[in-house]
């Protein structure tokens, strides 16, 4: 049984369905880790953590539910995830509060996430009446030739805390809608928004037994997913050491992986550009949800005639944000996730303003809440330019020319998300289509998403894996080439 603090209940004190579903949750036999809320530190839940022996349990179930699960007609399949979509609507205010409370999401980015998560499941919904395969011509006369998609059987699913219900769904519902069962691990710090969740909404949305296990641990259960005989298919997102470290270990056993790993993106800002949405945009893009999101605006690159004006708007709305307990009170950001990436954000900041960089704002912080903070004067040796910072900090580096600035723009191992901001279209999407990330916008932000659109990186950000629409195709199944004829073939002597 998962112990749950007494605040833990809907807003108006009483027990809500998740909770009541948390009270007999146990998914696993390991020893009981308890989750403090970041942004008071109060103890939220007390989780039993799986185990190796948990993780081999939960697949070899996984692998025995899954063939009857693919026979399974197309629309009992869609109408179980439609199902699923309802209940999330349904208990969307408790999941928020878990949300909010477990990661330190404020209002919009909950809202958001929520949002999204939505979209995954509906959009899966569409998938299992889509055409799997086609016919195609054959060589041999008298050959009916047909290639078909099949699913890929066991999906292991790793995910992290910094968006756990909709990095999750993006592949718990695709992988399912197409035929496959799920071992999802989320972050042992969002044990409910990335886990019981998932559980609970499709236990209540009549998913067949055996086809989705949640397994609440670290990197020890982590491993043990990915090396596990009966997963076929391991989709990791993460940061860019942790997917090194997958991607080996996949590899080693030839097993298919997907990683979705760290950013550090560029927001380019030519002469002719909107200042004032820019920087607005700018502004989203590195200090929403403490900055902790993979593809924030990591690095802005503004042309130096309007640098100066840049960095001050910046400031202007930096000074603005208000910091605090996001659950309980009106504020722009949250607290840092916990003490570990605090002291790293707080690291990139100190070490770039001794490297040179100004701090035109912030750079202090009151316990886990971190100022947004602006850096002026950047050079491309600083960790604040060449870190993934994954906090609320925006540096801003100068450029004379476009070259220039696709040059910076390019100068990192990592190609997530791009932005490009200028008045002229051809001249930002000459720009845009010359950055080396997944995905690229003009006169909008980084940080965008849909369900439809296949979503990953390049470079450090990825192994060319991609989430949505119809690249799940790819991720969740595989090809099988089957021939009939009337009559049997006929060889040549000896044969
Ligand atoms: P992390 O890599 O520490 O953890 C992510 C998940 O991997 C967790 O569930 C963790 O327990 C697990 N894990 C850690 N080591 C493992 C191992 N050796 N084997 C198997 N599993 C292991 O990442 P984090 O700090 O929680 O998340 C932040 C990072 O994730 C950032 O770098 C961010 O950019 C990236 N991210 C990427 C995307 C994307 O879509 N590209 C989305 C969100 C976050």
Redesign the pocket.
Known sequence: MAAIAPEATSRDGTASWLDEFLADWRPGTGESREIREPATGRPLISVAQATPEDVARAAAAAAEAQPAWAETSYIERARILHRAAEIYEAHRDEFGAWTQRETGDHRNKMHHEQNFTIQEVLNAATMPSQPYGSLVPSAQPGRLSMVRRIPVGVVGA??????PSV?GMRVVAPALALGNAVVL????QTPVCGGAMFESIFREAGLPEGLLHIVV???D???A??TDPNVNVVS????????R??GE?AGQRLKKVSL????NNAFVVLDDADLEAAASAGAYASFQFQG????AAGRHIVHRSVADAYVERLVERAKRLRTGDPYREEVDLGPIVNEK?LARVDGIVRRSVEGGARLAEGGTHDGLFYRPTVLADVTTDLPAWTD?T?GPVAPVVAFDTDEEALALANDSEYG?AGAVYSRSLSRGLALAQRIKSGMVHVNDQTVNDEAIIP???MGA??NGSR?GGAANWDEFTQWQWVTLRDEPRSFPHPY
């Open positions: 790793i995910t992290p805390w910094n968006s990095l691990k989320p972050d042992p641990g670290g990197a259960v982590g491993e997913i990915v990791f997102t993460g940061s860019t050491a942790a997917g470290r997958v270990l979705e790993l760290g950013g902790q999101v993979c593809f990436q993934e994954f997530l979503f990953g990186g950000s990825g989430f």
